[in-house]
């Protein structure tokens, strides 16, 4: 189905110019499984699918698995596993905070398999601290939609409206031709 929308927006070319004489409607309402701008819903707070359900199943028995043949392979994995749902699924983290996190982990994990030093300890209590700092940060912004998001962010419907429904208004516009 996807594809013959492809061939309609090909197809919709004007050879001359080289500017789409219109895109098909299914494609502007991602009807055809291709969208022109990725549709977002409001749908905030905490949230589980079942691709999170099976990372997290696999993540905890590889983590078990791993601690068999080496205690800190299955501490590693089951503290990133962690960090995963915590960051994805209960707070709802940007990704740039995800990433400063991630990268002072693996500065500091990295530094530990290599050198022994800080050593386990240190880096996990330096990496939760992080954690703390990153969660403070993130649900201190008027884009946090984590959990306790009512409580936490009672403006986050109105932030939403300003910064997704009229932009989204707004390039529907100016993709029609």
């Known amino acids: 189905m996807w594809a013959k929308s492809l061939v309609l927006l090909v197809t919709s070319v004007n050879p001359r110019s080289m500017a789409v004489a219109a895109i098909p409607a299914r494609l502007k309402t991602g009807q055809a499984g291709?969208?022109?701008?990725?549709?977002?819903?409001?749908?905030?707070?905490?949230?589980?699918?079942?691709?999170?359900?099976?990372?997290?199943?696999?993540?905890?028995?590889?983590?078990?698995?791993?601690?068999?043949?080496?205690?800190?392979?299955?501490?590693?994995?089951?503290?990133?596993?962690?960090?995963?749902?915590?960051?994805?699924?209960?707070?709802?983290?940007?990704?740039?905070?995800?990433?400063?996190w991630a990268g002072i982990f693996v500065v500091l994990a990295g530094a530990t398999i290599a050198f022994d030093e800080p050593g386990w300890l240190i880096s996990t209590l330096a990496s939760l601290l992080v954690t703390v700092l990153v969660v403070t940060v993130e649900m201190c912004k008027p884009s946090y939609h984590g959990i306790a998001w009512q409580r936490l962010n009672p403006g986050l419907p109105e932030w939403w409206e300003a910064s997704f429904v009229k932009k989204s208004r707004e390039a529907d516009n100016r993709h029609v031709l």
């Open 34 to 100: 291709l969208s022109v701008m990725k549709q977002k819903t409001f749908a905030p707070g905490f949230r589980l699918s079942g691709v999170d359900v099976f990372v997290l199943v696999g993540g905890a028995a590889g983590a078990v698995a791993l601690s068999m043949f080496v205690w800190w392979w299955g501490l590693v994995s089951a503290f990133v596993l962690a960090h995963f749902f915590l960051f994805c699924n209960v707070i709802r983290m940007s990704r740039p905070l995800e990433l400063i």
